[in-house]
């Protein structure tokens, strides 16, 4: 598949920045939660904590329209 987007510069920057960057926003993502769960491990309340907070950041990024899972 190919697929051109064209983008207005410099007034579109910060559209044409989320563009090229997207996954590396996921990855971000990714990497908070991976944190949250090591972080989670300190007691029970943490780990309460963690699966709160995971379960928030799902429920935006699907809000959005995506899963930080997907492939």
Known sequence: ???TICFNLPEENNEFKN???GSDYI???RDIVEW???ESD???EMGTAYEL????V??????YGFSPWED
Do not use: Q, V
């Open 19 to 21: 563009a090229i960057k």
């Open 36 to 38: 949250l769960k090591r």
């Open 42 to 44: 300190i007691s029970e």
């Open 53 to 56: 907070s995971r379960e928030e």
């Open 58 to 63: 799902f429920t935006i990024c699907e809000g």
């Open 1 to 3: 598949m190919k697929h």
């Open 27 to 29: 990855n971000a993502i």
